[in-house]
């Protein structure tokens, strides 16, 4: 259905580039990848990124690339899933790209080919579709409501403002125009938490509109991770999980985004209190180096100037 485009010196391309960080996921990589391979959608190519796995992943992608003769293995030193997709879109040839973490997988088999045609209609930057959290048995979490959930919700194919996109951001539901990655020079921040959302806000203010679909693309293996402090459970990923927070309020303020960026100074400030990180004592000296101009972002009578306030302080 889909024929390869020339381009360039006799390089083809292909309609999407699917790209995977893999990192010790022999156990789901079957799963993945035959998602992917039931995709309505054939003019794919598949980068496997392994980030320095110490288990036997790369056997399993040799085995699955024997079976499917469509996917591109690249090794690396584990650098983290943001190094990990940069070195992916470095190496796509895809028109346009997708994302798919080894542990999940794409939901209805004709999403990635509606979107990618959705996509070519008015040669859209960013196609969105809808997510569902699945289990560990990869069957739909039926006890989540999708529809008022926090993620925002595509009841139908409609174009959006870029600041109508909603929060969580959740990256991976999206089909990405490369043109428009490298011609804006986006890429994942080099960080080990955090670096998904830094991504997307870079995407989006880069953006006048996105078109959604109401299809459901992908399929989050939430039960494979815990809460927020059960992941970042050391003084790196505390670090890089704040200083994604400050990432976002720089670029959210320098673009005048101003109603993501209150509800994303909300987000943070539920992390520090909800989530009961106010006593941290690495979170408390982390803030205050990160933080110091804290006024810069929070207004006095805001309740988050008060928490940053005495975080700073005491």
């Known amino acids: 259905m889909f024929k390869k485009l020339k381009v360039g010196l006799g390089i083809s391309m292909v309609a999407v580039s699917i790209i995977m960080p893999v990192y010790n996921s022999s156990n789901?990589?079957?799963?993945?990848?035959?998602?992917i391979q039931k995709q309505t959608l054939k003019d794919i190519e598949i980068i496997c990124v392994d980030d320095g796995s110490t288990?036997?992943?790369i056997d399993v992608l040799n085995d699955l690339n024997k079976k499917y003769g469509n996917i591109k293995i690249i090794c690396q030193e584990n650098s983290g899933p943001g190094m990990a997709r940069n070195m992916g879109i470095k190496n796509a040839q895809g028109e346009y790209i997708a994302f798919l973490d080894s542990d999940d997988i794409?939901?209805?088999?004709?999403?990635?080919?509606?979107?990618?045609?959705l996509g070519k209609v008015k040669d859209f930057n960013l196609v969105c579709a809808?997510?569902?959290?699945?289990?560990?048995?990869?069957?739909?979490?039926t006890h989540y409501d999708f529809l008022n959930s926090r993620f925002k919700y595509f009841y139908k194919k409609e174009i959006f403002k870029s600041e109508e996109y909603g929060i969580p951001f959740a990256f991976?539901?999206?089909?990405?125009?490369?043109?428009?990655?490298e011609e804006n020079n986006i890429i994942?921040?080099?960080l080990r938490f955090g670096e998904d959302p830094v991504f997307m806000v870079n995407v989006l203010v880069n953006l006048n509109e996105f078109f959604a679909t109401s299809l459901d693309l992908y399929?989050?293996?939430?039960?494979?991770?815990?809460?927020?402090?059960?992941?970042?459970?050391?003084?790196?990923?505390?670090?890089?999980?704040?200083?994604?927070f400050k990432d976002i309020f720089d670029i959210l303020k320098?673009?005048?985004?101003?109603?993501?960026?209150?509800?994303?100074?909300?987000?943070?400030?539920?992390?520090?209190?909800?989530?009961?990180?106010?006593?941290?004592k690495e979170i408390k000296k982390i803030i205050k180096n990160l933080f110091e101009n804290y006024k810069d972002y929070f207004d006095e009578e805001e309740y988050g100037f008060f928490i940053m306030d005495y975080l700073i302080k005491y």
């Open 106 to 117: 794409f939901l209805d088999a004709d999403a990635l080919e509606t979107m990618y045609n």
């Open 55 to 57: 288990d036997d992943s």
């Open 188 to 190: 994942f921040p080099d």
């Open 254 to 280: 320098m673009h005048n985004f101003n109603s993501i960026f209150s509800i994303y100074k909300i987000e943070f400030i539920d992390y520090l209190v909800y989530s009961n990180n106010i006593h941290d």
């Open 172 to 181: 991976y539901r999206n089909l990405f125009k490369r043109s428009f990655l």
């Open 28 to 35: 789901f990589l079957n799963k993945s990848i035959e998602s």
């Open 219 to 244: 399929g989050y293996n939430h039960s494979m991770g815990g809460g927020v402090n059960e992941k970042i459970n050391n003084y790196e990923k505390k670090f890089a999980y704040l200083k994604h």
């Open 130 to 141: 809808n997510l569902k959290w699945i289990n560990q048995d990869y069957t739909i979490d």
